[in-house]
């Protein structure tokens, strides 16, 4: 019924930028949060940032300054743009979405599939 895609990975070189997309879809009455998590190769997953519905942010501390959320209600999309990309950034990025639907009014959390990003010379 619901769906997250997330879309923009890649490799890039240490100090260079990418921009990664995450759009949702289906039967979505309404999205309170978005947000991308990452989770290095044998690491736990971790909170990289979160937007909600009022427009507010929060970042962990390693992206802060580096990476910026934002959003496009008429298209249920997140974007996350990284600059200043370093290898500690590798991972696999995912997008979750706390919406609920039309069909019920309780909020259920969606995630995406992934995307690889590589940061490496």
């Known amino acids: 019924q619901v769906q997250v895609v997330e879309s923009g990975g890649g490799l890039v070189q240490p100090g260079g930028s990418l921009r990664l997309s995450c759009a949702a879809s289906?039967?979505?009455?309404?999205?309170?949060?978005m947000g991308w998590y990452r989770q290095a190769s044998g690491m736990q997953r971790e909170l990289v940032a979160t937007?909600?519905?009022?427009?507010?942010?929060n970042y962990a501390d390693s992206v802060l300054g580096r990476f910026t959320i934002s959003r496009d209600n008429a298209k249920n999309t997140v974007y996350l743009q990284m600059n200043s990309l370093k290898p500690e950034d590798t991972g696999v990025y995912y997008c979750?979405?706390?919406?609920?639907?039309?069909?019920?009014?309780?909020?259920?959390?969606?995630w995406g599939q992934g995307t690889q990003v590589t940061v490496s010379s």
């Open positions: 979750k979405a706390e919406l609920n639907t039309i069909s019920t009014p309780n909020r259920y959390q969606y």
């Open positions: 289906g039967s979505i009455f309404k999205i309170y949060v």
């Open positions: 937007i909600t519905s009022g427009d507010s942010t």
